[in-house]
């Protein structure tokens, strides 16, 4: 798998690092709301199919990516900048 | 149906081995059970035995995709250990070691069962007393754990380097002697035969392409094969689950589906008689019966339902059989295959009853449910029967999450990648 960095180029799969699912948002801080906290924590739409997930050019620039992704045969339809408009992702 | 002896052997010999007959029945689906289980993997099939032989339920249909055992009860490095940390971990493997201890004699079937010990080894003070820990934690559970010196390791593993030079020196190692590993195939076709000579349907090729429901209750299944309805529906698709899910109606779920790689070498003389996990990364070898290394390391980390991964997790783990044992570094890939791995939120499975009435629940076995699955099964098919947990399936519900309850062995949280 080759990843296309928006501002490297084509690069291998092990200069990245997978963050998890993009399409996860995190309530607001102050949010009292279990269920949707529980949701956002735990709960994944796992998709076969296209992905929309976070991916960090660790070994590189070290910019953090959204990319959509194919979960069936690793083809990548996208690569953007992740901005201030997403939010989420695995901690590690 | 098939017996095995050595005169059937003989026999069969002589006549050019074109009379053995099949070890199973290949009915076509009835339009009613008492129990559908869908998924005809180790799981399933185990499961499915497990509510004919102990509960007296045999109107019972295993509806499988594709072949018999074509997923990931023929994919993996066929350990079985219960050397766990947390008492809910304890209480379950060990539950299944015992199953596995008379599991030939029970189905009739050489499951090739071979308690040759695996061994854990540590390469720093700190994991050493992390792995003393885990030994204690099993021995108090009634579990068997030895710890060993580099010299007791040296002389048990010739191959190893215990020399203070290694690229990761041994500082000693855990070991369960009771554990071992098992012919994996030989487990779904065991568990396939014992259950279809007592009365349950297997029905290959046939695909569940969505739910029939009388409101909320789940009342059957649409198949590739028609419709078929039963009291009760189990789930048992390890990294399937997720779209079998979506096919009910749940739209998101504790599981991320993920490859998980496999590699096996050419064949060589006796070379290692036990299975020997490697502490500084992430790797578990043994030598199958055909002379071959079998092994594994971590997943490759993203999510995916391929079946297949990529280079750089080959290259990763098998720089780390090298760094163990330095002597195969010339040894070529004979194999190497992808199985998707049903990755749960805190690295434990969930056998329950539910999400939805008349539905029940058996998955998030991440990469460890080879060695699970005769209690997996047992204790699946007692919830389907009795509407209620055995013990040791108690603590693995889906509502954990939520109470806070997670079953979390390494602490790594709900990144199912890691664990």
């Known amino acids: 798998?080759?990843?296309?960095?928006?501002?490297?180029?084509?690069?291998?799969?092990?200069?990245?690092?997978?963050?998890?699912?993009?399409?996860?948002?995190?309530?607001?801080?102050?949010?009292?709301?279990?269920?949707?906290?529980?949701?956002?924590?735990?709960?994944?739409?796992?998709?076969?199919?296209?992905?929309?997930?976070?991916?960090?050019?660790?070994?590189?620039?070290?910019?953090?990516?959204?990319?959509?992704?194919?979960?069936?045969?690793?083809?990548?339809?996208?690569?953007?900048?992740?901005?201030?408009?997403?939010?989420?992702?695995?901690a590690a | 149906m098939a017996e095995y002896s050595a005169f059937s052997l003989l026999k069969n010999a002589f006549s050019g081995n074109r009379d053995w007959k099949p070890a199973w029945r290949k009915p076509d689906p009835k339009p009613n059970y008492d129990v559908i289980v869908i998924g005809g993997g180790g799981h399933g099939l185990a499961t499915a035995y497990y509510l004919a032989a102990e509960h007296g339920i045999t109107n019972v249909a295993v509806l499988e995709r594709g072949w018999l055992g074509s997923g990931n009860i023929g994919r993996n490095t066929t350990i079985v250990r219960s050397n766990y940390l947390l008492p809910e971990s304890v209480r379950f493997y060990e539950h299944s070691m015992k199953l596995w201890e008379n599991l030939s004699h029970e189905l009739n079937y050489n499951v090739m069962f071979s308690q040759r010990g695996v061994l854990n080894l540590a390469h720093s003070?700190?994991?050493?007393?992390?792995?003393?820990?885990?030994?204690?934690?099993?021995?108090?559970?009634?579990?068997?754990?030895?710890?060993?010196?580099?010299?007791?390791?040296?002389?048990?593993?010739?191959?190893?380097?215990?020399?203070?030079?290694?690229?990761?020196?041994?500082?000693?190692?855990?070991?369960?002697?009771?554990?071992?590993?098992?012919?994996?195939?030989?487990?779904?076709w065991g568990y396939a035969r014992a259950a279809d000579r007592r009365g349950v349907d297997l029905i290959e090729n046939c695909e569940v392409t969505g739910f029939l429901r009388d409101g909320d209750k789940i009342t059957g299944v649409s198949t590739t094969r028609g419709d078929i309805r039963a009291k009760k529906v189990a789930l048992a698709v390890a990294g399937s689950t997720s779209r079998v899910l979506e096919r009910a109606g749940i739209d998101t779920f504790p599981i991320e589906s993920h490859v998980l790689q496999a590699f096996v070498s050419e064949a060589l003389k006796p070379f290692v008689d036990c299975v020997v996990t490697f502490g500084a990364g992430h790797l578990y070898m043994s030598q199958s019966d055909?002379?071959?290394?079998?092994?594994?390391?971590?997943?490759?980390?993203?999510?995916?339902?391929?079946?297949?991964?990529?280079?750089?997790?080959?290259?990763?783990?098998?720089?780390?059989?090298?760094?163990?044992?330095?002597?195969?570094?010339?040894?070529?890939?004979?194999?190497?295959?992808?199985?998707?791995?049903?990755?749960?939120?805190?690295?434990?499975?969930?056998?329950?009853?539910?999400?939805?009435?008349?539905?029940?629940?058996?998955?998030?076995?991440?990469?460890?449910?080879?060695?699970?699955?005769?209690?997996?099964?047992?204790?699946?098919?007692?919830?389907?029967?009795?509407?209620?947990?055995?013990?040791?399936?108690?603590?693995?519900?889906?509502?954990?999450?939520?109470?806070g309850a997670a079953i979390d062995e390494t602490g790594h949280g709900p990144t199912p990648k890691l664990h």
């Open chain 2, 125 to 188: 003070p700190g994991q050493a007393d992390a792995f003393i820990r885990r030994g204690n934690a099993m021995r108090h559970g009634g579990v068997d754990a030895e710890w060993l010196t580099p010299c007791e390791i040296g002389r048990k593993v010739p191959g190893l380097d215990i020399s203070g030079s290694a690229r990761f020196p041994i500082t000693g190692g855990l070991l369960q002697p009771r554990a071992g590993t098992a012919r994996h195939d030989a487990v779904a």
């Open chain 2, 290 to 403: 055909k002379g071959g290394l079998v092994f594994g390391g971590s997943l490759d980390f993203y999510n995916s339902y391929a079946q297949r991964g990529n280079l750089p997790t080959v290259e990763d783990v098998t720089s780390e059989i090298c760094a163990m044992f330095p002597t195969v570094a010339r040894l070529r890939l004979l194999r190497s295959w992808g199985g998707v791995m049903d990755m749960s939120m805190d690295g434990s499975p969930i056998i329950t009853k539910g999400p939805l009435p008349g539905l029940y629940l058996n998955c998030g076995w991440c990469y460890g449910g080879f060695k699970a699955t005769p209690a997996s099964g047992y204790s699946f098919a007692w919830t389907i029967a009795k509407d209620e947990p055995h013990t040791i399936n108690a603590p693995f519900t889906l509502k954990r999450f939520e109470r």
């Open chain 1, 1 to 90: 798998m080759l990843i296309d960095c928006p501002h490297c180029g084509a690069r291998d799969l092990s200069e990245f690092s997978y963050q998890g699912d993009a399409t996860r948002t995190r309530p607001d801080p102050a949010s009292t709301d279990t269920k949707a906290w529980i949701d956002y924590v735990y709960n994944r739409p796992n998709p076969a199919g296209k992905h929309r997930e976070y991916w960090q050019h660790a070994g590189g620039c070290r910019a953090h990516l959204v990319i959509e992704r194919d979960t069936l045969n690793h083809e990548i339809r996208s690569v953007a900048l992740a901005r201030r408009d997403y939010n989420g992702g695995d």
